[in-house]
């Protein structure tokens, strides 16, 4: 694989993209395999399967019309970098801040932001609940995202308290959100925000079913959320 290849497949996947973005993409990629020798950054290892579940996963909600022109962006949860990175990569336009709990995985995201000449994006160390109670966080971001991290009400928890009102929460689920979706209605209402129509979508030449759920921020999520840390895991919002 190179950056030729990288491109065919984002044009293929009708993924707004030139030569440059490939080139970059083509860069991070070549680092997460080196650091993924030396760190776990990610369980896939195989080159055209990276493409498909890290860059063009991350990259489908471009096709969709789900990421906002300019304004700010917080992935949390970003692990090595994904869904945001690429969407950095892609529209620097937007302010894009990666959160991460583990110093390890943020140090690997800063050597690729260093080496790329990356300046739209910010790294914090923190879990989501710790993050979400920084003044400078809370109820301040356009968007914030969230792939393959936790189930739907708990990603309510984690995502919506950083959501200015009128912005948008957006979570990548797998095929098995529909059984998580009247949970997540309630804990949203709970965190100050509305569940929108979930979104399925194929990656072409895949069998991925994946699905993008995003979430409204009606008003200013209650001082009472996020709880302590590790107990929207343990005891999820919107629970019977």
Not at 105 to 116: G, K, M, P, S
Not at 150 to 177: H, I, N, Q, T
Not at 185 to 190: F, G, T, V
Not at 212 to 225: A, C, F, G, R
Request: proline share 7%; aromatic share 6%; hydrophobic share 40%.
């Amino acid at each position: 694989m190179d950056a030729s290849v990288i491109l065919s497949r984002l044009s293929n996947c009708s993924i707004p993209a030139d030569e440059d973005l490939a080139r970059r993409l083509w860069v991070y990629h070549c680092m997460l395999r080196d650091w993924n020798t030396r760190m776990d950054l990610t369980a896939v290892t195989d080159d055209d399967e990276m493409l498909d579940r890290h860059y063009v996963d991350s990259l489908m909600p471009l096709t969709l019309g789900l990421i906002p022109e300019k304004g700010s962006m917080i992935d949390v949860g970003t692990g090595a970098g994904f869904p945001g990175l690429p969407i950095a990569l892609a529209r620097e336009d937007l302010h894009v801040v990666l959160l991460d709990s583990q110093q390890k995985r943020l140090n690997f995201l800063q050597a690729v932001c260093t080496e790329l000449h990356v300046h739209n994006v910010e790294l914090v160390h923190a879990r989501a609940e710790d993050g979400a109670r920084q003044a400078a966080l809370r109820d301040h971001f356009d968007l914030a995202v969230a792939r393959a991290v936790a189930p739907l009400p708990v990603l309510c928890e984690y995502l919506l308290p950083y959501v200015a009102p009128g912005g948008r929460a957006l979570c990548w689920k797998g095929p098995s959100v529909s059984e998580e979706l009247d949970a997540g209605k309630r804990a949203a209402h709970l965190l100050g925000g509305r569940l929108e129509q979930a979104v399925p979508y194929t990656v072409p030449g895949r069998d991925f079913q994946h699905t993008l759920v995003p979430l409204v921020k009606v008003s200013n999520t209650p001082k009472i959320y996020p709880r302590k840390a590790g107990t929207p895991s343990k005891a999820p919002l919107g629970a019977n």
